[in-house]
Structure formats: C-alpha cells, structure tokens
C-alpha cells in the first residue's frame, strides 16, 4: 500500500504544545507500515530499541522492524509477557540489560509496540537509559490511543503500589494506526471507550453528542468514526496536559472524573475482576449520581451517561462488596482531611469541577444508590 | 553552636543557573547541624527520605535527622551497604519500596548524606519516586563536594556497565560543610583533590597558582582553605554545567580532561585498584605529554601539574598493563572513527580544547611515556 493509495483514509495529526518538548499525534488507517518514514521525518534514528508484549508482537512487530530496517535503522527487538505483571522492576531490569548487550547509546531511540503497559514501560526506559532517550509511541489498544500514550507519564509499579516509579517523559512522536484495533479483544476495545466518553463528560458536550449519535459505528469499529474519537480524545487530553504538563497546578486531576470509584472498585474486587476502563464507566455514574446529590447535576445528564455507556455494552452496576472496605480505599485514594473527601463532580455534559470537601456518607450513597435495582 | 557563635566561618553560596531548576550550594565548616533550618528555608518539608551508607551514618546521620524532626520534618532513615555495589537495581527497588512502606508522597523529599554512591543512588530514586521527588544533597567526601553533586547526573550501574541507568535530575540545594571531611579516610580525600586540580588546568590558571601555594595547608585540611577550593571547584563546574545541562551542545566534555585515559587504566588495572581520583590523576598527565606531541602544550606545563600531583601524594607514573588492553578500552570509551580518538587536551594551564582526531599510536605513546623511570 503506498501512501497515495486512494483506498487509505488521510491520516491526521494532533498537535502536543509543551514548549521545547512539544510533539505530533500523527493518527491514521493502515499507517503502521510507514513507521520508518514517520521516523526519521522526526529524528534521524540509526538504532531502535523496539519493546512490545507477545500478543501484539504476533500481529505487528515484523512489519514495524520491516519498515524501521528499510530506512537503514537498526533495531533491537525486546518482547516482553503481556500483561500488567510486566510492568516490573524485574522486568526493567531485563530490558536495560538486554538494550545494553546489543550496544544501546545516547543516541539511541526506543520505540513503544503496545497498549499501555508497553507504553510505560517502555517510556520508563526510554526515561532512564543513558540518562534519557528519545521515546516513540505505537499505542495499540484504545485505552493507549486516546489516554496512556497522551501525557507524558511512564513508570512501573511495586508489589505495594501501581505506577509508584516513573518519570515523566515525553514521546518525540506518536503514531497512530486506529487499524490494529482490529485484532483488539472485544472487552479490552470496549473498556477503552470508557475514557472516550469521560472526555465528553468532563470537556465536551458536542464531542458526547457524537458519540451517541454513533454507537453503532463505533461498535462496528468504522474508520472514519474511530479516527475522529481517537483524534478528539487525544487533542482533549493533550489540552489538559499542556496546562499542567506535571500534575502540579491541579488542572490535570479533571482527568481523573470517575477515578476515585473507579480505584476503589479495582482495589476491593481484585485487580483483573474489572478492566479499568469497566471500573471507570461505574465510577464515572457514581460520580454523577454525587453531582445529583450535591445539587449540581441533573437527574438526565446521569440518565445520559447511564444510556451512552449501556449502549456501548459498558458496566453501570455497581457489585455488592465491602462498603468499609470501599470507603478506606477512598481515603487512600485521595488524602482526607476531617472526614472529607475531594471528588471531579460534574455541573453539566461538558464540565466537571473539583469538589475537595465532600462528606464520606453522601460519597457513600452515590455508592450504594448504584446496586443493580 | 548557633549561627552567630563567632567560632563559626562565614558560609558561602554558589549559584547554580539553569533556569527554573536554578539552585545554590550553600558551602560552610560547621553548619550540618543546621540542615533543618537551611532546607525549610528552600521548601516547605514534612517528610524527608534521608539515604545515607554505613559509614557515613555512624558518625552524621543523627545529627542530621534530629536537626530535621526539630523543624518538624518526619524522617524515613535508608542506610545502605557502604561502597559502588550499593548503586545497583537491587539496592534502588529496596529503597523504593521502604520509602512506599514509610508512606513516600508526591510531597516528600529526599535527602543524600555521603559520598558519590550516595548522591547518584538517592538522586535517581528523588528523580523515579512518584514521577519526581524534591531532591537536597549533603556530600561528605571531597569528591562529591566539588563534582558529583554539581550537574544533576543521577543513576545506578547495571553489571556491565556504569552509570548506565539514571536521569539528570537537579538538586533543590546542596549543603556542604568542609568539617565533615576530618572523618574522610587519606586516601579518599587525596584522591578527591585530582579533580579540584583538574578544574585549575582546564579553566582557571589562578587558581592552579593557588594551589601550588597552598599545598600543606590543603594536606592539613585546613578549614579556610577547604571552603575556598571546594566553593570555587562548584563555581567552575556549575558554569560549565549551565551552559550545557544535558551534555548535548559537547562543552561539558571538557570535565573529562584526563578521563579517557583514567577509565582505560580503572578498567585494565581492575575496579578498585585505583581510586577514581587516582587514576585521574595518572590520566591528567597522560593527556598533558599528549598535548606536548601534538605541539600545543608545553613540557613545563606539564611538569607543573606532575609537581603539584606529587605534592599532593596522588600516583603520577603509569603502571605497566597490557598495551593493546589500554588501547581497546580507550576505542570503546569514545567512539572512534577510521583510527582516530578524541581527547580533551591541554593548550595551557586554564584551557583545553576538544581534540577529536588524535593517531592511536600518539595517543598509545603519551602513555608509554608515562611508565616510571
Ligand atoms: N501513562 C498513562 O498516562 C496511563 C493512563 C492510563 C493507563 N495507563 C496504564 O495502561 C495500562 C493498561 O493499558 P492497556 O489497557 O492498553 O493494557 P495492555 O497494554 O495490557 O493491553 C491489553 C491487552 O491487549 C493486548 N493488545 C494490545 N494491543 C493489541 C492489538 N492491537 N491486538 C491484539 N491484542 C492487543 C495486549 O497484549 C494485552 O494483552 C495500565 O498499566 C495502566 O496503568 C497509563
Ligand atoms: N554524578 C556525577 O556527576 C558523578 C561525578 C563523579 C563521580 N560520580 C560517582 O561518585 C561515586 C564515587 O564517589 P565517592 O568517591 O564519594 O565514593 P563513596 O560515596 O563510595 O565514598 C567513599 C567512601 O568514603 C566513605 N565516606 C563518605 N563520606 C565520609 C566521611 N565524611 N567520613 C568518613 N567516611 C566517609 C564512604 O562511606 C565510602 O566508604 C562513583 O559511583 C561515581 O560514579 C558521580
Ligand atoms: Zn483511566
Ligand atoms: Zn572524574
């Protein structure tokens, strides 16, 4: 397929402004082929650290490597166990190690192959390698296109805590290619959604209205759909994230509408029970039903959100499990003061605002007013 | 003791400028016990992860802690193994989690209390923990006084290789007390003082003639003495330091003066048989004969420099080890091309120029040239 070929969807490009560290989303169909031009059109790279997990390797690392090799790049080829456990000390251990053996220098280049734990982990390395070096994305699941590629976060986690070790590093690139969703596992594409709608929730009533108004192509994975809700979520997140590049004015925690239940529901039912972009579709609506509860919010923006995410075959229950246990898990979550806590509360479809004294008995009716009736 | 006590000497401040990571190195004989004070001046601290090794805790690590918990700063105490081996994976990922096991937060900071081991450990776990952690240091040997702790190079070692892993990550401040130097082994702190030469002949003629001057008063570690060849040591760093943080213009190269040859003879020679200042010193010289067969530099030049060594009971002579060993370390230290390496090399006392296509042979016979006669 040339890049001229009718056939292919033009590709688009989102544009990150962080000053000097400012970088392109360049977002297409059947756009992974061209990896090795996109490239060097950023850099001029002669030795690629290529990371991936097994399941995307299967599909995907052969053509990349192709396409890097035939513009004269060298490539090491890392691939690791897919799956969060990777996310490890153990596992970084293995991949400085090994980068090292086949002669990694500062001014090598790592290149991400993979959903989001790829892309921290591999982002960790890139961070920490002779001291840092330039880092480039190929998000592979729907969760990494429109979130963990987008922000400049990387790390790994301990035994005791997820994402407690990292950086922030920013990628010199992002490419794109919303056809590899193809291969994606149902669950884990729907899971991604989540994050798509909270965008619509938090930012933009007009962008929520789209998708309601295309449940079915996005279930079907139409291109033209899928490239325009990727491409509005990254340009979403990248706006917050240029406010507040490293989580220090407080900007950024809009992004995490939904959140506080959402970890809560991880933590308490196991990790692995829910994907995360299931725990977020059930926190954002406690969350809603909070913003009810405060008198901020009205009934028929949670009735909006209940519908959009039953349609796009999300979770909206919430599981009978320890209310004690949720709660602490709460007040972990976000440091309490005095019996309070601070949640992202929606106004309206399109604004969310940072609420830091909400008392732990209305957190917990928004809670439990979401068990299946 | 308090700030007044007439006794004390007047502290000094160094500025380091990089913009918004702009620091001062606070330098004075006699003012660890203020460390409280002098952080809480920079920040506001409430919990502060003080690292520390063996040696350096038995004699300072309470007096630090209990000036610290007096500004009602809670302290997690980490001791380490003294010694190279310590700035290891295995060490960082105890640190990390003891710190998460003693509630690390976004808000904590971490303190270094030692030497290089210490500063390159503690530094790479502030610039890891939480995505970045507030970052003071406290050096305590001559070495990290006037090199390590200026320039914001963090990081571990990995088996086969050095300070391969890590981050530039730069220090809130830096508190130096030249009184803590008394409990510093001989030989460590002559071996620091090769770097502090090192500075007069790559950028300060004057203060070479300095210390040619003072060389008893330097071996008694005299204290007015120490605080000026420690404070102008950070003031040359730090100005090469600022006009090249990342070591991506080249003109922090000029800190290698010596060191191609200095890591060639650690390497052959076995870690640890030489001190690192040690075998600097053997390097400096070494680069000076070969500043003299290229034609730029004059044998008198380098006679002042084997005088001053000598003086300050460093190794001058080049040991006798495997030539073709020495030359192959050198090629794999910097990259070399068509037979030819680059080397820092002296035009005077107070400047070096970046020599990148010095012959091996030449550069082979500037270290013949150097075995005792
Ligand atoms: N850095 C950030 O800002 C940020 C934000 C959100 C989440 N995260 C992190 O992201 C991680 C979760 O990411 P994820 O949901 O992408 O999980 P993941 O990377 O584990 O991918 C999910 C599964 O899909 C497979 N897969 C990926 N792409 C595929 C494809 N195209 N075809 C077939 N299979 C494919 C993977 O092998 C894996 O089995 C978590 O570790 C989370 O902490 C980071
Ligand atoms: N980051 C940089 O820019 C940079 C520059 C140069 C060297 N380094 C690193 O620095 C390290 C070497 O540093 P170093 O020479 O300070 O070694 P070190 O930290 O191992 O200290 C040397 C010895 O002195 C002991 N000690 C320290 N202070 C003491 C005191 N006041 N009293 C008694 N004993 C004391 C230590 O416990 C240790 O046994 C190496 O790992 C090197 O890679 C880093
Ligand atoms: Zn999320
Ligand atoms: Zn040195």
Redesign the interface.
């Known amino acids: 397929m040339t890049p001229t070929d009718s056939t292919r969807f033009a590709s688009q490009t989102v544009h990150v402004p962080l000053s000097e560290r400012s970088y392109d989303i360049s977002i297409g169909t059947g756009n992974l082929a061209e990896v090795g031009r996109w490239i060097t059109s950023l850099r001029s790279v002669t030795h690629a650290v290529l990371i991936s997990d097994d399941h995307v390797a299967r599909h995907y690392l052969e053509p990349v490597s192709e396409s890097l090799k035939s513009e004269g790049i060298r490539v090491t080829k890392l691939v690791v166990p897919a799956g969060e456990p990777s996310k490890s000390?153990a596992t970084?251990?293995e991949l400085?190690?090994k980068a090292?053996?086949d002669r990694v220098?500062r001014k090598s280049s790592v290149v991400a192959l993979g959903g989001g734990v790829i892309g921290d982990l591999a982002g960790f390395i890139a961070?920490?390698?002779?001291?840092?070096l330039d880092f480039f994305q190929i998000p592979t699941t729907l969760l990494a296109q429109v979130d963990s590629s987008v922000g400049g976060?990387v790390?790994i986690n301990?035994?005791?805590?997820k994402n407690?070790?990292?950086?922030?590093w920013q990628p010199r690139g992002v490419l794109i290619d919303t056809a590899v969703l193809e291969t994606l596992p149902k669950r884990e594409y729907l899971s991604g959604l989540a994050e798509v709608v909270k965008y619509g929730v938090i930012l933009d009533p007009e962008f929520f209205e789209y998708l309601e108004a295309n449940v079915q192509p996005i279930l079907d994975r139409d291109a033209t759909v899928l490239q325009k809700i990727v491409a509005r979520s990254c340009e979403l997140k990248a706006q917050v994230v240029a406010e507040d590049e490293?989580?220090t004015t407080g900007l950024r925690a809009i992004l995490n509408y939904g959140h506080t239940y959402c970890h809560a529901l991880e933590t308490v039912s196991g990790y692995g029970e829910y994907l995360h972009g299931e725990a977020v579709a059930v926190g954002m609506l406690c969350a809603s039903r909070l913003g009810e509860k405060l008198g901020v919010f009205a009934p028929e923006a949670t009735e909006r959100q209940h519908k959009l995410l039953t349609a796009l075959g999300l979770p909206v229950d919430v599981p009978k499990l320890d209310e004690a246990a949720i709660l602490s898990a709460m007040q972990r979550d976000k440091?309490v003061e005095h019996g309070k806590l601070r949640f992202i509360v929606p106004h309206c479809i399109g604004k969310v605002v940072l609420t830091p004294d909400v008392p732990q008995d209305v957190a917990m009716q928004a809670w439990t007013d979401g068990y299946a009736s």
Do not use: H, N, Y
Request: glycine content about 10%; aromatic content about 8%; hydrophobic content about 45%.
């Open positions: 000390v970084s251990q400085w190690e090292l053996a220098d961070a920490t390698m002779t001291r840092g976060k790390g301990l035994p005791a805590a407690i070790v990292g950086c922030f490293r989580e440091k």
